[in-house]
């Protein structure tokens, strides 16, 4: 198993301190920037993914990185074992989901502060971004075609996140309803 870190041109870059730091609470020192906080959580992140593969005997590369102002960690499949991370996606990736949010409270353990971390699994989320994006751009057609409001299926949050930035590209407007496992996107024509 092995853990690298991506500086690709997808990085978002971060500003160098943010508004309030700049040295920790009475030592004098350099708080750290808002990059180096999201570089902590995806090494934080990385060991604990890496001793629950221990734990359950499967293999995978974790590639770390910061996007979109989150840190990002992705297990990779070995490419001799496809298929062999899939019980960590789960059924509509609900297991991915579980782990993420077990990820999250590990790193908020280490380091003390809340994680927005987004991990994906064997490319499940990379690819559930692509059919998402299309399912957007299908419900902006009809939108601008019909003229009223497209109701999607429910979503969770970051699969909402995604349809709304793909809507809002092409210049329409969305909003979420419902509660909890209803909550859904509504694509309406921009008024």
Same mark, same amino acid.
């Given at each position: 198993?092995?853990?690298?870190?991506?500086?690709?041109?997808?990085?978002?870059?971060?500003?160098?301190?943010? !508004?309030?730091?700049?040295?920790?609470?009475?030592?004098?020192?350099?708080? %750290?920037?808002?990059?180096?906080?999201?570089?902590?959580?995806?090494?934080?992140?990385?060991?604990?993914?890496?001793?629950? @593969?221990?734990?359950?005997?499967?293999?995978?590369? @974790?590639?770390?990185?910061?996007?979109?102002?989150?840190?990002?960690?992705?297990?990779?499949?070995?490419? !001799?074992a496809p298929g062999s991370?899939?019980?960590?996606?789960?059924?509509?990736?609900?297991?991915?989901?579980?782990?993420?949010?077990?990820?999250?409270?590990?790193?908020?353990?280490?380091?003390?502060?809340?994680?927005?971390?987004?991990?994906?699994?064997?490319? &499940?989320?990379?690819?559930?971004?692509?059919?998402?994006?299309?399912?957007?751009?299908?419900?902006?057609?009809? !939108?601008?075609?019909?003229?009223?409001?497209?109701?999607?299926? %429910?979503?969770?949050? &970051?699969?909402?996140?995604?349809?709304?930035?793909?809507?809002?590209?092409?210049?329409?407007?969305?909003?979420?309803?419902?509660?909890?496992?209803?909550?859904?996107?509504?694509?309406?024509?921009?008024?």
């Amino acid at each position: 198993m092995t853990t690298e870190g991506s500086t690709d041109g997808a990085v978002v870059d971060a500003p160098e301190a943010e !508004a309030g730091e700049g040295t920790h609470a009475g030592t004098g020192e350099e708080a %750290p920037t808002r990059r180096a906080r999201l570089e902590e959580e995806g090494d934080v992140a990385a060991d604990y993914l890496e001793e629950l @593969l221990d734990i359950a005997d499967l293999d995978g590369d @974790l590639d770390i990185d910061v996007e979109d102002g989150r840190a990002s960690v992705s297990v990779l499949e070995d490419e !001799a074992a496809p298929g062999s991370l899939r019980r960590l996606v789960g059924d509509d990736g609900r297991v991915l989901e579980a782990l993420q949010e077990l990820t999250r409270l590990a790193v908020q353990a280490r380091t003390g502060e809340r994680s927005r971390l987004v991990l994906d699994v064997a490319g &499940y989320r990379a690819q559930r971004r692509v059919v998402l994006t299309g399912l957007a751009n299908e419900a902006v057609e009809q !939108a601008r075609a019909g003229g009223e409001a497209v109701h999607l299926a %429910p979503m969770n949050p &970051y699969e909402r996140k995604i349809v709304h930035d793909a809507v809002a590209e092409a210049g329409l407007r969305s909003e979420s309803e419902g509660v909890a496992a209803d909550r859904h996107v509504v694509v309406t024509a921009a008024s």
